[in-house]
T-cell receptor, first 117, second 107 residues
Framework: DAGVIQSPRHEVTEMGQEVTLRCKPISGHNSLFWYRQTMMRGLELLIYFNNNVPIDDSGMPEDRFSAKMPNASFSTLKIQPSEPRDSAVYFC???????????????FGPGTRLTVL | RKEVEQDPGPFNVPEGATVAFNCTYSNSASQSFFWYRQDCRKEPKLLMSVYSSGNEDGRFTAQLNRASQYISLLIRDSKLSDSATYLCVVNDYKLSFGAGTTVTVRA
């Protein structure tokens, strides 16, 4: 099993540029999550999808951030325009829905380390 | 109040020692909890689920105290390889992660 795949693993860009992060969840998982991790704020949930449908995007910091899941095997997180404060590690995770709207174990991808200069 | 709060540590312990730490959660209706482990510059990985009756997995023991709304993790006979950040997770309609407790085991 390949696990959750994220690309790129590292991204360095300049302020104002568009950044697109990609994620391929584990086959058969019907839930996908995007997180951001920084030293100051820890691990923050940005948005999550169930069956390709966005359920809660309240963690998306601003309109500069957008996420899509066009099919069960692919999701993107886009930042446009990027700013230095967006520098962080962005994790994608996938899971399956358990009973009572809770989740089974989440499997995380290796993350994308984003640096915005 | 944050949904999940943890003592950030660090807990510096010698090999073979026992270390324990807690995590408090704000939603009294929460039913499901996990402990995840995160190594430096790596992704979080599930360490163990936390069951109402408490559960043990080798040298690791997790406990849940619903009345006081906290969960705990105890590590016995700690190894150098146990050095990591331990994330407390509340599993409601989404997963809420604590900021993590850092444990460093020294030789």
């Amino acid at each position: 099993d390949a696990g959750v795949i994220q690309s790129p693993r590292h991204e360095v860009t300049e302020m104002g540029q568009e950044v697109t992060l990609r994620c391929k969840p584990i086959s058969g998982h019907n839930s996908l999550f995007w997180y951001r991790q920084t030293m100051m704020r820890g691990l923050e949930l940005l948005i999550y999808f169930n069956n390709n449908v966005p359920i809660d995007d309240s963690g998306m910091p601003e309109d500069r951030f957008s996420a899509k899941m066009p099919n069960a095997s692919f999701s993107t997180l886009k930042i446009q325009p990027s700013e230095p404060r967006d520098s962080a590690v962005y994790f994608c995770a996938s899971s399956t829905l358990a009973a009572k709207s809770s989740y089974n174990e989440q499997f995380f991808g290796p993350g994308t380390r984003l640096t915005v200069l | 109040r944050k949904e999940v709060e943890q003592d950030p540590g660090p807990f510096n312990v010698p090999e073979g020692a026992t270390v324990a730490f807690n995590c408090t959660y704000s939603n009294s209706a929460s039913q499901s909890f996990f402990w995840y482990r995160q190594d430096c510059r790596k992704e979080p990985k599930l360490l163990m689920s936390v069951y109402s009756s408490g559960n043990e997995d080798g040298r690791f023991t997790a406990q849940l105290n619903r009345a006081s709304q906290y969960i705990s993790l105890l590590i016995r006979d700690s190894k150098l390889s146990d050095s990591a950040t331990y994330l407390c997770v509340v599993n409601d309609y989404k997963l809420s992660f604590g900021a993590g407790t850092t444990v460093t085991v020294r030789a």
